[in-house]
């Protein structure tokens, strides 16, 4: 329930052009869309049950969430058209996300490389496991030693290739 109240709550502060520019995006692909919306509350209650004291923050739940979300959109996109299709709609997807809902710019750094590392790693994953196989669970733990090992981003100029990244808000 909580996380449909913090959504309808986001949507609820949107102005009319942020509204206009999201309909514009997912109009034109309502399957993928709802897929997205479910794929959405699923990353956003797994990553509240497994990280509750980082998942809303910019820490490690925060990079679990946003690369498991990529990984959900993928996914369930990928069982009613192509793997390929299925991620530029989560690329488009969730960069609008990140447009629409400014944070600062680490922040922002920070969410599209997680975004980034979500999709590559459901890529990667691609090979061996056939497209209407996939379910969520195969992401969490490989998910879970990622965000095990992420690193504190510091500056705009970090990079770090193929890893998750967090804030430290201490």
């Known amino acids: 329930m909580r996380t449909f109240k913090v959504i309808f709550n986001t949507i609820r502060a949107m102005s009319f052009k942020k509204i206009l520019k999201l309909l514009s995006a997912v109009i034109p692909h309502p399957l993928f869309s709802v897929l997205s919306f479910y794929a959405t509350v699923q990353a956003f209650s797994i990553a509240q049950k497994l990280y509750p004291e980082t998942a809303s923050k910019n820490g490690e739940g925060n990079a679990f969430r946003h690369s498991f979300w990529c990984c959900l959109i993928i996914m369930y996109c990928s069982k009613v058209s192509s ?88």
């Open 83 to 170: 793997p390929e299709k299925a991620f530029d709609f989560c690329k488009k997807i969730t960069d609008l996300h990140e447009e629409l809902f400014p944070n600062e710019p680490l922040e922002t750094k920070m969410d599209l490389h997680n975004n980034k590392i979500g999709m590559d790693y459901f890529m990667e994953l691609l090979p061996g496991i056939h497209r209407q196989f996939f379910e969520k669970n195969f992401f969490i733990e490989g998910l879970q030693k990622k965000t095990a090992e992420a690193k504190v981003l510091k500056n705009l100029d970090d990079d770090f290739a193929g890893e998750l990244v967090y804030l430290d808000e201490k």
